[in-house]
């Protein structure tokens, strides 16, 4: 038998690298946004360092996600009520959609630790060590690879919310499980 064709929802190491990915990147993305707005000092600084603490987290997961989606691929698209033509038409889309994001989760991150260089700063690692910059400080590239890594970063949230509004149009007005087979599950209490 194919697992693929048995299976109908995300295995545990699927959903769980999916929702960290999600609250990480909510995370990452709203310290990026309201970084500069924490007083100048020891909190801007300690955003900084979770910023980037994150940004690698995300990155991580992202290096074991891609190819763990080979490994155990995703349940095949479910039947909806509106028939056939929907899955043919949504299916390219939703793939384009996912590749986007794989490559933003990819991109972005990368995009900063070159920002941290480009600003001649060591890269540090969870508070554990240090990477030091290969080259040294150059504000004019600093701030185009800034403006990079923002838009990126903005594209990423983009996609998900974009991505997040399909899962809830198939839950709501298609009426498939595209949204529950990626949800954890909660046992009852007896």
């Given amino acids: 038998m194919n697992p693929?064709?048995?299976r109908e929802e995300y295995d545990a190491v699927a959903k769980t690298l999916h929702w960290l990915t999600v609250g990480f990147v909510a995370i990452?993305?709203?310290?990026g946004i309201f970084g500069d707005s924490l007083p100048k000092g020891a909190m801007r600084d300690t955003g900084l360092l979770f910023h980037i603490a994150i940004g690698l987290a995300i990155l991580a997961m992202a290096i074991i996600r891609i190819p763990w989606r080979f490994v155990s691929p995703p349940?095949?698209?479910p039947p909806t009520r509106f028939g056939r033509w929907l899955i043919e038409w949504v299916d390219p889309v939703s793939r384009i959609t996912h590749f986007a994001l794989y490559?933003?989760?990819?991109?972005?991150?990368?995009?900063?630790?070159?920002l941290q260089f480009a600003r001649g700063h060591s890269l540090p690692l969870?508070?554990?060590?240090?990477?030091?910059s290969p080259w040294p400080a150059d504000r004019a590239f600093a701030r185009n690879v800034k403006e990079v890594h923002e838009v990126l970063a903005h594209l990423l949230v983009v996609l998900a919310l974009f991505?997040?509004?399909?899962?809830?149009?198939?839950?709501?007005?298609?009426?498939?499980s595209v949204l529950r087979r990626m949800l954890p599950h909660f046992r009852k209490r007896m």
């Fill in 126 to 132: 969870f508070g554990l060590a240090e990477i030091p």
């Fill in 28 to 31: 990452a993305w709203a310290l």
């Fill in 75 to 77: 349940p095949r698209v």
């Fill in 163 to 176: 991505h997040m509004t399909a899962a809830l149009l198939h839950h709501w007005v298609f009426g498939d």
């Fill in 4 to 6: 693929r064709a048995r």
């Fill in 103 to 114: 490559a933003l989760l990819l991109a972005v991150p990368l995009i900063g630790i070159a």
